[in-house]
């Protein structure tokens, strides 16, 4: 009976101190995710932190970043690859969208719309490349606007020229 109390216990403390886990709580966590490359994990504790504050700059941003991060891994051999990455991709764009409207003045949510709308664009043939190229571009020169020493938006700016020189000028 002792033992059974004691289990009782233990466990009502464990459902106290995940259910008082606050919105920093679960960006901390996701963080730590992130480092050990968990990106799944890394997403259901940024998920976690929009429930909790569903206008969090840094938790729609980085949700964002899972969601691509996740995309990018998916195996080319795996059943029906390019439709589930352009629905995460296109969920990664919208959480970007969302960062920037509740932030435009930080570079984070401007270089996510570009890394998750490029990525997205890849999926797509030569036409609609060109046409959101310069949605991309605007959200790459915009974060290094803000961010000078952005070193990941410098490398966009460079995937991005060299992906308009793939295509050529006849397209």
Same mark, same amino acid.
């Given at each position: 009976?002792k033992k059974i109390?004691?289990?009782?216990?233990?466990?009502?403390?464990?459902?106290?101190?995940?259910?008082?886990?606050?919105?920093?709580?679960?960006?901390?966590?996701?963080?730590?995710?992130?480092?050990?490359f968990d990106d799944?994990?890394?997403?259901?504790?940024?998920?976690?932190?929009?429930?909790?504050?569903? *206008?969090?700059?840094?938790?729609l941003w980085k949700?964002?970043? =899972? %969601?691509?991060?996740? /995309?990018?891994?998916?195996? !080319?051999? $795996?059943?029906?690859?390019? *439709?589930?990455?352009?629905?995460?991709?296109?969920?990664?764009? =919208? %959480?970007?969208?969302? /960062?920037?409207?509740?932030? !435009?003045? $930080?570079?984070?949510?401007?270089?996510?719309?570009?890394?998750?709308?490029?990525?997205?664009?890849?999926?797509?043939?030569?036409?609609?490349?060109?046409?959101?190229?310069?949605?991309?571009?605007?959200?790459?020169?915009?974060?290094?606007?803000?961010?000078?020493?952005?070193?990941?938006?410098?490398?966009?700016?460079?995937?991005?020229?060299?992906?308009?020189?793939?295509?050529?000028?006849?397209?």
């Amino acid at each position: 009976m002792k033992k059974i109390l004691i289990l009782l216990t233990f466990l009502t403390v464990l459902a106290v101190i995940s259910y008082g886990q606050t919105a920093t709580d679960h960006l901390k966590a996701g963080d730590e995710a992130y480092a050990r490359f968990d990106d799944q994990k890394a997403l259901e504790h940024y998920q976690e932190a929009l429930k909790l504050e569903p *206008q969090n700059y840094e938790a729609l941003w980085k949700t964002s970043r =899972a %969601y691509v991060d996740i /995309a990018d891994v998916i195996p !080319a051999t $795996d059943k029906d690859v390019k *439709q589930r990455q352009m629905k995460l991709y296109s969920d990664a764009t =919208a %959480y970007a969208s969302k /960062a920037v409207a509740a932030n !435009a003045n $930080d570079p984070w949510g401007h270089f996510q719309v570009s890394a998750s709308l490029g990525k997205k664009l890849l999926l797509l043939g030569n036409k609609e490349q060109i046409d959101g190229s310069k949605q991309v571009r605007a959200q790459i020169d915009k974060a290094i606007q803000l961010d000078p020493n952005n070193d990941l938006a410098y490398h966009a700016l460079g995937r991005w020229h060299r992906r308009i020189a793939e295509i050529g000028g006849a397209q």
